[in-house]
């Protein structure tokens, strides 16, 4: 059964998604700005979701965790919940 691990960061704005992808491709640190910035619960982990499976997520969300590149940070994906930065940290089919 097809799995992965990820890590996000949730915002309200495509803008502020988008700034902070900025930020990350500058060097910033994702979990820090994920603590920082991320209205997900999440964000205390460092956007750390853990492991799930196709599914158990929504489909914009599992659409990028299970096709785009691991180690990538891809966003901003837009779900009933916000913009969402997406970095893949592992997967396994």
Partial sequence: MASAS???I??????ECED????????AD??????ERSQCPSGKQGGDLGEFAPGQMVK???QV????EI???CGPVQTQ???????ITARSE
């Fill in 30 to 35: 994702f979990a820090e700005l994920a603590k």
């Fill in 10 to 15: 949730l915002v309200a704005t495509q803008e």
């Fill in 60 to 62: 914009e969300f599992d």
């Fill in 20 to 27: 902070i992808k900025k930020q990350i491709e500058n060097g």
């Fill in 65 to 68: 965790v299970f096709t785009e």
């Fill in 71 to 73: 180690g990538k940070v």
């Fill in 81 to 87: 919940f916000g913009y969402h930065l997406i970095e």
């Fill in 6 to 8: 990820a890590r996000h």
